[in-house]
């Protein structure tokens, strides 16, 4: 298969960042206010991109696919429940993604939103048997394309307007107010849903650590950039309504144009990485056939379903994904342990276990905190689910670790006493 150059790499995960669903985050965080909601974005981008880093360095080292690498950490029968989560966390991104690009072009365009559904859905399909080692020029034009588009649409969003002095309307939010852990929790959210993908990329490039330094940097900076029109939007149009921010902003076939392109170069890669991942449970059916079915797939659903509301979608992947992460950082980088070739690692299963009910058990106390104590509340205001959750995951990895290397050493002493 030819390499991905570092070029290549950047434009993929460009196009992976201007996506509609960082807007829409970012319209949810602007009742915080434009400086706070902004700060919380950073430091949920750099926690969830240095992770996302991580990530894809494991790939590029062992030239392995993300859910292949994951088989190191937790045995190759262990590793097909993260598969099938993937695969299922995926198909959900591409129906998602369908069905925001499709209400919100026939917002613009009233002409039905199947109609746009199909046409994103066909596009994508396009883009998928034209392939990723294939697109080269097809890439380049679209992301220079929407770049231009973007920074257009926030030259008009903020131009002649004092953003930091806005104040939020809260009828405009529907008066929901995030704390500020909460909102650093969705803005980590987005780099960390890219987690169980993004060795699918660096795995196949031509300079390893160039190629995943700048696909997470650009990423996270598009990304950033992508929330901050979200927060500016509602704040300074009044709107949290993507077609309504297009039309207030005076964007028509512009903003179809910015709409379809960002979601077909975004969910390219979720159906993309479906068909990788499908890989890892049966290489009975190729990685292509599987995303264009997943892409069908999506756009069936997009046409049947309403999916306006993902937060609960979004702290699924977090809940699953950032204890999976933490096992593998500590296995892979101070261990250096590859137990592909076992069935199951039932030590490190156990730790990811635990790190889930850890996160769900923050989660709780974030919806419901007259139900918790008073510490825990202030953990998860100040720290949100996901630092809480890899501290916890990296202490347990640790112990494991050591353990596992401690009964290692052991036997092997033994070993040698006998021989003599």
């Known amino acids: 298969m030819k390499k991905l150059s570092v070029f290549n790499v950047s434009l993929v995960w460009f196009g992976a960042g201007i996506s509609l669903a960082e807007i829409l985050a970012g ?70 993604m369908i069905y925001d690009g499709a209400i919100t072009a026939n917002g613009i365009f009233q002409t039905g939103h199947w109609l746009w559904a199909l046409v994103i859905g066909g596009l994508i399909i396009v883009w998928l048997f034209i392939g990723l080692q294939s697109l080269g020029k097809v890439n ?24 930091f002095e806005a ?25 960390i849903s890219w987690l169980p993908l993004i060795s699918d990329y660096t795995s196949e490039t031509e300079k390893p650590f160039k190629a995943t330094l700048a696909g997470t940097v650009i990423y996270n900076l598009v990304s950033i950039f992508m929330y901050m029109i979200g927060i500016g939007a509602v704040l300074c149009l009044k709107s949290m309504d993507l077609a309504g921010i297009m039309n207030a902003a005076g964007f028509g076939i512009a903003g179809m144009l910015i709409i379809i392109f960002s979601t077909v170069t975004t969910t390219f890669l979720d159906a993309w990485s479906a068909g990788v991942s499908f890989e890892s449970i049966t290489k009975k059916v190729s990685a292509k056939v599987v995303a264009i079915i997943v892409a069908a797939l999506g756009t069936v659903a997009a046409i049947i379903w309403t999916m306006d509301n993902i937060t609960n979608f979004l702290y699924f992947i977090g809940s699953v994904f950032t204890p999976m992460i933490g096992v593998m950082i500590i296995d892979f980088f101070v261990f250096k342990h590859s137990d ?81």
Not at 147 to 158: K, Q, R, T
Not at 346 to 353: P, R
Not at 364 to 370: I, K
């Open 167 to 191: 104040i939020p309307d809260l009828d405009v939010l529907g008066g929901y107010v995030p704390g500020f852990g909460g909102a650093v929790e969705l803005a980590t959210a987005m780099p």
């Open 27 to 96: 319209t949810s965080l602007a009742g915080l206010g434009f400086a706070k909601a902004m700060a919380a974005v950073i430091i949920g981008h750099l926690i969830g991109g240095s992770l996302m880093f991580a990530a894809g360095m494991i790939g590029a080292r062992t030239g392995k696919s993300a859910m292949e690498t994951v088989k190191g950490s937790f045995g190759g029968y262990g590793g097909l429940l993260f598969a099938f989560l993937n695969v299922l966390q995926l198909v959900g991104w591409t129906a998602i």
């Open 340 to 420: 592909a070739e076992k069935k199951f690692n039932w030590g490190n299963l156990l730790v990811w276990l635990i790190g889930f009910g850890v996160y769900r058990l923050l989660l709780a106390v974030d919806a419901a905190p007259e139900s918790y104590a008073s510490w825990m509340v202030s953990l998860v205001g100040i720290f949100g689910e996901t630092i809480p959750c890899l501290i916890v995951t990296a202490f347990l990895g640790l112990a494991a670790g050591f353990v596992v290397k401690s009964n290692k050493e052991s036997k092997a002493n033994k070993k040698n006493i006998g021989r003599v």
């Open 140 to 163: 380049t034009i679209a992301m220079g394309a929407l770049f231009i588009l973007s920074i257009l649409l926030c030259a008009v969003i903020f131009r002649g307007k004092n953003v």
